[in-house]
């Protein structure tokens, strides 16, 4: 195995490893532009090549020509399933249990009335839903929402810390709803161990996959989870803005129950009842008619993750992030740097963050010399590592920029803080 | 004027009319199959020529080569309020008032849920929800989901015809809900004396323009209405799926209040702020990253639009809806057809129905012939007419192929029923 971190790291030994590599040939299955080192990829996924030509399909022959027949003969509405489907090893799903569809806002608000429902029959003075104050702003903006608009006394408990979780879960916990690798530092929970506390205090856990499916190995059934939702435009790579996905296992399926009952989610759709009754299994997580073109580009960014498994794009995932901590400590020891990201490899995601006192200058400064990461306030420099195409020498380039743009004091530190994006 | 109905109606009298259509030329700007009348675009719309060469460039130029910049680059950030802003004049709405996004069933979720927290707040004791029992499924199910999850008391009220509105829209009434063009007889409501109506009795009035916008003019402001939710793939010919349209009208917009409150929702979305603080006008409406491939080529639809006018479209569906309820009449006048939309033009929208004891089969026969309209049940045929490409002959040769099938009883009677789409 040639992914181990090599004792020599120079221009030359990252080349060396990019040869080396298996994964390497998977680049290919991409369109990067030149002159571009993308360390964004936890922010949007690289275009698969294949995408363009499903686009043209879907716009000029199945849209275009076979126009409102193709809700069936191009399996328009299967989509949401196929996919789903299609994802599932990833996340150790099994199939029937994942639909891809709305974003994932929407999937959590689902979800977390879901499991407040269930909560509700089993155990009515659990009002509280856990989870982190650094988790993504808008799970906890969804999770107030729906608390705020039940008006049955739930209350959001929001921890500093993940050791205030085990005070936190307790006898009148509902739901501990966490994202499971942070958008921000790139930490990563333990999520069959905080599922298995949850479990045995009562609470049910709804985790958010946006930073974990496609960037690390995930089993839900292994972790006994209850609820996952997730996002397919980062290192799932199905295009801007795709529709996101969410998972209910079939043990939960009975009892999922959620107020966004759109016909999508009706048992006979095309009956026109004004009645509403659920569809059995996944297909009631569903809600109105979904985006085709950009729905079914989602299937693009999956097949490449079929000629590959989660193990081998870990094992480079964490070789690519230790080889950019090593040489952003090494190289740039003299500037103000400060590591986010947890050093410990079951603690850390596929990215690694560094502060900087002009972080934003900084990655302002980075950007303009072609490698795209991006900021997060307070002066968080973000960078996202993809196996299936960022190389050895992608991160032996971009830090020799940052390291030359720090040295030379290369950035604007009077510029304003805005989105870097 | 040449669009009054022709006195001679025959083959010839319809190619004449075409010849004389200033809106024909229109139709080029629409890809459509050869040896198919499309009268469907009621429930999926053609496709712009445009849409291929812009989905070509979304996918390959912005997402591919420019990545996380074009949220910025592309202004993908400000697609949903630059397409509401275009839409807005086929509405009677104001720049700013509209936002593409999510779907119908989630924008009617969101208004609907406004709607009653206004009112919570001006008289608590109106509880019900008007509609009418043969309003599109989804909007009775979202507003059924919503209603169920407040459990404040909420009702919704039936109606099983239009004349029992008046009764209905009580002291207890808090919102009237209708979709403006009933998707299924193609019966267009009198917006404005029904916003009157309903205001006189203390109501908000929520429209749906589903089969509207696009379809007959729409003037919201003149009708004082004050929610209005909307459809982009129908007669808008915005893609499969593509999102759909809430509009909120600058007095209510401070008020506008919902549960799902995601972060595009925010006031600022990238302080990551663990609050929530909802966005100053229309973008409060929006809730998570929308699908922007799909939300893209809305655009191309909308800009057929700006050839034309909706008085323009207006005279042309009146006299292609005219032309077919005459030929079926006369010319398949010995079968028992049945004419489901009103003969009243201020009444019909841009669709014609009718029902047949075997409407499912004929309807297979039809569509096997090239003849694509659809089925509803229970019995009805629908054709939609598109004034943007339909032609006066695609009026002619279809009633001439339906007469055809009937005389020869060419159609399967025992076929089984399903979704004809």
Redesign the interface.
Known sequence: MTLAPSSADTRAACLARDAADPLAPLRDRF???DG?I?L?GN??G??PRA??DR??D???R???????????SAG?FDLPKRLGDRLAPLVGARPGEIVVT?????NL?KAL?AALAIQQDRDPQRKVIVTE?S????D???A???A?????GYELL?VDSPEELDAAIDARCAVLMLTHVNY?TGRQHDMAALTRLAHARGALVLWDLAHSAGAVPVDLHAADADFAVGCT?KYLNG??????FIWVPERHQAAFR??????W??AK??????G?AAAEGIGRAL?????????A?VECGLEVFEQTDMAALRAKSLALTDLFIALVESRCARHPLGLVTPRAHDARGSQVSFTHPHGYAVMQAL?ERGV?G?Y??PEIMRFGFTPLYTRFVDVWDAVEILRDILDREAYDAAAAR??V?
Request: charged share 20%; hydrophobic share 45%; aromatic share 12%.
């Open positions: 369109d990067l532009p571009v993308y964004d922010s949007l690289a275009r995408a363009l686009a043209r879907v716009v000029a199945e849209w275009g020509q076979d126009l409102i027949r193709s809700w069936n328009w709305d974003t994932t806002s929407l608000f009335a104050r988790n993504f702003p808008t906890i903006y969804m107030d929402g729906l705020r608009w039940l008006d049955r929001l921000r435009y295009g801007p803005g795709a529709p996101a959620h107020p966004l009952t759109g016909w989610s009706h759709p095309f009956a026109m009842s004004h509403f809600c109105g008619t979904q985006p085709v073109v950009s729905l580009l950007i795209i991006d997060r306030e805005g989105a994006t």
